[in-house]
Protein backbone atom coordinates (compact mmCIF):
# COMPACT_ATOMS: atom_id res chain seq x y z
CA UNK A 1 0.00 0.00 0.00
CA UNK A 2 2.78 2.08 1.01
CA UNK A 3 4.70 1.55 -2.37
CA UNK A 4 1.22 2.23 -4.02
CA UNK A 5 1.11 6.16 -2.33
CA UNK A 6 4.63 7.00 -3.00
CA UNK A 7 4.02 5.42 -6.70
CA UNK A 8 1.27 7.76 -7.53
CA UNK A 9 2.89 10.85 -5.53
CA UNK A 10 5.84 10.41 -7.64
CA UNK A 11 3.79 10.62 -10.65
CA UNK A 12 1.62 13.52 -9.50
CA UNK A 13 5.07 15.44 -8.72
CA UNK A 14 6.66 14.64 -12.36
CA UNK A 15 3.36 15.44 -14.05
CA UNK A 16 3.03 18.57 -11.79
CA UNK A 17 6.70 20.24 -12.87
CA UNK A 18 6.03 18.78 -16.39
CA UNK A 19 3.22 20.93 -16.73
CA UNK A 20 4.99 24.30 -14.79
CA UNK A 21 7.82 23.62 -17.51
CA UNK A 22 4.94 23.34 -19.90
CA UNK A 23 3.25 26.80 -18.66
CA UNK A 24 5.93 28.74 -18.43
CA UNK A 25 7.99 27.22 -21.86
CA UNK A 26 5.31 27.09 -24.36
CA UNK A 27 3.85 30.33 -23.08
CA UNK A 28 1.38 32.97 -25.53
CA UNK A 29 1.36 36.77 -24.88
CA UNK A 30 -2.42 37.36 -25.83
CA UNK A 31 -3.75 36.45 -29.26
CA UNK A 32 -1.23 37.45 -31.96
CA UNK A 33 -4.01 38.06 -34.65
CA UNK A 34 -5.60 40.70 -32.39
CA UNK A 35 -2.36 42.26 -31.98
CA UNK A 36 -1.71 42.62 -35.72
CA UNK A 37 -5.31 43.75 -36.33
CA UNK A 38 -4.95 46.62 -33.44
CA UNK A 39 -1.61 47.74 -35.18
CA UNK A 40 -3.83 48.37 -38.19
CA UNK A 41 -6.63 50.05 -36.32
CA UNK A 42 -6.35 54.05 -35.84
CA UNK A 43 -6.31 53.91 -31.97
CA UNK A 44 -8.35 56.46 -31.27
CA UNK A 45 -10.27 55.06 -28.93
CA UNK A 46 -13.81 56.83 -30.11
CA UNK A 47 -16.45 54.39 -29.44
CA UNK A 48 -17.88 55.17 -33.67
CA UNK A 49 -17.30 51.50 -33.93
CA UNK A 50 -19.27 50.12 -31.28
CA UNK A 51 -16.66 49.12 -28.92
CA UNK A 52 -15.28 50.89 -26.27
CA UNK A 53 -11.85 51.23 -27.76
CA UNK A 54 -9.38 50.12 -30.59
CA UNK A 55 -8.59 46.82 -28.32
CA UNK A 56 -11.46 45.20 -27.99
CA UNK A 57 -12.57 46.64 -31.93
CA UNK A 58 -9.58 44.29 -32.98
CA UNK A 59 -10.62 41.10 -30.58
CA UNK A 60 -13.97 41.31 -31.72
CA UNK A 61 -12.96 41.27 -35.47
CA UNK A 62 -10.30 38.02 -34.55
CA UNK A 63 -13.52 36.36 -33.37
CA UNK A 64 -15.49 37.23 -36.10
CA UNK A 65 -18.63 39.20 -34.19
CA UNK A 66 -17.87 42.36 -35.92
CA UNK A 67 -17.34 42.98 -39.29
CA UNK A 68 -13.95 44.99 -40.68
CA UNK A 69 -15.69 47.85 -41.89
CA UNK A 70 -16.97 49.34 -39.15
CA UNK A 71 -14.13 52.07 -38.02
CA UNK A 72 -15.10 55.88 -39.38
CA UNK A 73 -11.38 57.32 -38.45
CA UNK A 74 -9.70 54.45 -40.42
CA UNK A 75 -12.02 54.62 -43.41
CA UNK A 76 -11.75 52.80 -46.22
CA UNK A 77 -7.46 52.48 -46.12
CA UNK A 78 -8.01 50.41 -42.80
CA UNK A 79 -11.40 48.26 -43.89
CA UNK A 80 -8.72 47.39 -47.15
CA UNK A 81 -5.73 46.52 -44.85
CA UNK A 82 -7.61 44.55 -42.50
CA UNK A 83 -8.97 42.76 -45.51
CA UNK A 84 -5.31 41.55 -46.34
CA UNK A 85 -4.17 40.61 -43.40
CA UNK A 86 -7.48 38.39 -42.17
CA UNK A 87 -7.65 36.99 -46.56
CA UNK A 88 -11.17 38.19 -46.38
CA UNK A 89 -12.82 40.45 -49.41
CA UNK A 90 -13.15 44.21 -48.58
CA UNK A 91 -16.58 45.17 -47.45
CA UNK A 92 -18.00 48.72 -48.23
CA UNK A 93 -17.90 50.81 -45.18
CA UNK A 94 -21.03 51.80 -43.35
CA UNK A 95 -23.53 54.09 -41.93
CA UNK A 96 -20.95 56.50 -40.20
CA UNK A 97 -17.58 54.68 -41.89
CA UNK A 98 -19.14 55.21 -45.00
CA UNK A 99 -18.78 59.14 -44.45
CA UNK A 100 -15.47 60.19 -46.50
CA UNK A 101 -14.35 63.21 -43.88
CA UNK A 102 -10.86 64.52 -43.84
CA UNK A 103 -9.24 63.83 -40.57
CA UNK A 104 -9.49 67.03 -38.11
CA UNK A 105 -8.26 67.78 -35.10
CA UNK A 106 -10.43 69.44 -32.54
CA UNK A 107 -9.89 73.44 -31.54
CA UNK A 108 -11.61 75.21 -28.47
CA UNK A 109 -12.48 78.88 -28.98
CA UNK A 110 -11.43 80.17 -26.06
CA UNK A 111 -13.29 82.99 -26.10
CA UNK A 112 -16.80 81.50 -26.08
CA UNK A 113 -15.78 78.27 -23.54
CA UNK A 114 -17.33 78.76 -20.43
CA UNK A 115 -15.66 76.03 -18.47
CA UNK A 116 -17.85 73.50 -17.95
CA UNK A 117 -15.03 70.61 -18.19
CA UNK A 118 -17.83 68.07 -20.25
CA UNK A 119 -15.66 67.95 -22.88
CA UNK A 120 -13.01 67.13 -20.75
CA UNK A 121 -14.87 64.03 -19.57
CA UNK A 122 -16.42 63.08 -23.40
CA UNK A 123 -12.34 62.80 -24.52
CA UNK A 124 -11.23 59.28 -24.60
CA UNK A 125 -7.77 59.92 -24.86
CA UNK A 126 -7.76 63.08 -22.57
CA UNK A 127 -6.56 65.28 -25.23
CA UNK A 128 -8.46 68.32 -23.41
CA UNK A 129 -6.62 70.69 -20.98
CA UNK A 130 -8.27 72.80 -18.36
CA UNK A 131 -10.38 73.27 -15.33
CA UNK A 132 -14.12 73.81 -13.72
CA UNK A 133 -14.98 77.47 -15.13
CA UNK A 134 -11.68 77.98 -16.29
CA UNK A 135 -10.68 78.38 -20.51
CA UNK A 136 -10.16 75.09 -21.94
CA UNK A 137 -7.43 74.21 -24.90
CA UNK A 138 -6.62 71.01 -26.85
CA UNK A 139 -3.14 69.44 -26.75
CA UNK A 140 -2.93 68.79 -30.61
CA UNK A 141 -0.58 66.41 -30.78
CA UNK A 142 -2.77 63.95 -28.62
CA UNK A 143 -6.17 64.81 -29.89
CA UNK A 144 -7.30 61.96 -32.37
CA UNK A 145 -9.90 63.70 -34.01
CA UNK A 146 -13.13 61.83 -32.84
CA UNK A 147 -15.48 64.36 -32.38
CA UNK A 148 -16.81 62.86 -29.09
CA UNK A 149 -16.28 66.15 -27.49
CA UNK A 150 -18.61 67.96 -29.81
CA UNK A 151 -21.73 67.17 -28.55
CA UNK A 152 -21.36 68.03 -24.91
CA UNK A 153 -20.37 71.40 -25.56
CA UNK A 154 -22.87 73.53 -24.00
CA UNK A 155 -21.86 76.58 -25.92
CA UNK A 156 -20.91 75.17 -29.34
CA UNK A 157 -17.18 76.22 -28.94
CA UNK A 158 -15.59 73.28 -30.02
CA UNK A 159 -14.69 73.27 -33.78
CA UNK A 160 -12.97 70.32 -36.17
CA UNK A 161 -10.28 71.82 -38.26
CA UNK A 162 -9.21 69.48 -41.27
CA UNK A 163 -5.71 68.08 -41.13
CA UNK A 164 -3.59 67.95 -44.29
CA UNK A 165 -2.66 64.30 -43.58
CA UNK A 166 -5.25 61.43 -45.15
CA UNK A 167 -5.74 58.18 -43.13
CA UNK A 168 -3.87 56.17 -45.35
CA UNK A 169 -0.46 58.15 -44.26
CA UNK A 170 -0.87 58.65 -40.56
CA UNK A 171 2.28 58.80 -38.42
CA UNK A 172 2.02 58.20 -34.62
CA UNK A 173 2.36 60.67 -32.89
CA UNK A 174 0.44 63.21 -35.36
CA UNK A 175 2.35 66.56 -36.29
CA UNK A 176 1.89 69.07 -34.59
CA UNK A 177 2.07 73.09 -34.45
CA UNK A 178 2.47 74.78 -38.17
CA UNK A 179 2.49 71.15 -39.67
CA UNK A 180 -1.12 70.73 -38.66
CA UNK A 181 -2.73 73.10 -40.85
CA UNK A 182 -2.60 72.56 -44.54
CA UNK A 183 -1.67 75.38 -46.85
CA UNK A 184 -4.56 75.88 -48.30
CA UNK A 185 -6.31 76.39 -45.06
CA UNK A 186 -3.22 78.88 -43.64
CA UNK A 187 -3.53 80.95 -47.13
CA UNK A 188 -7.04 81.18 -46.84
CA UNK A 189 -7.06 82.94 -42.99
CA UNK A 190 -4.12 85.09 -44.09
Known sequence: MLIAVLAISALALLFGLLLGYSAIHFRVEGDPIVDKINALLPQTQCGQCGHPGCRPYAEAIASEESDINLCPPGGEATMIALADLLGKDPVPLEGLAAEEKPF????????????????????????????????????????????????PCPVECIHMIPVGVDTGSWKWPLPTGKDLHPPEATAAAG
Do not use: F
Open 104 to 151: SLAVIDEQECIGCTLCIQACPVDAILGAAKQMHTVIESECTGCELCLP
